[in-house]
């Protein structure tokens, strides 16, 4: 079992920088593959990025590459995502999730979710 929250959301101007952060509780952190997903109203959760439990392998959605960053904390059992150049688009609910898959980018891949934060861009 493993519980997951985040952290870190908030209401910025385009262009401004969010760091995320998303703790986990419960054993072998390590062993899971984590993802961040987002949801905008009205939408389909969408993936984000993954990373790998060692964190040597990482992947991006190709609407966040070279502006988002996932990294993780084994020893602090925590994920971050840090978020640069916002936009208006990436404004919704982000969600951590983990899996035992090797970096699924596929939503009903992940066992375990957390309760969502809140981005919101304005322009």
């Known amino acids: 079992q493993m519980h997951l929250v985040e952290s870190g959301g908030g209401s910025v101007q385009a262009g401004a920088s969010l760091r995320l952060s998303c703790a986990a509780s419960?054993?072998?952190?390590?062993?899971?593959?984590m993802g961040w997903f987002r949801q905008a109203p009205g939408m389909e959760r969408e993936f984000v990025a993954s990373v790998s439990g060692s964190g040597a392998i990482v992947q991006y959605a190709d609407s966040v590459k070279g502006r988002f960053a996932i990294s993780r904390d084994n020893a602090k059992g925590t994920v971050y995502l840090e978020m640069n150049s916002l936009k208006t688009d990436d404004t919704g609910v982000y969600f951590c999730?983990?899996?035992?898959?090797?970096?699924?980018?596929?939503?009903?891949?992940?066992?375990?979710w957390g309760q969502g934060t809140q981005v919101t861009v304005s322009s």
């Open positions: 999730a983990a899996t035992l898959e090797i970096l699924s980018r596929i939503r009903q891949h992940y066992n375990y």
């Open positions: 419960g054993r072998a952190f390590s062993s899971y593959s």
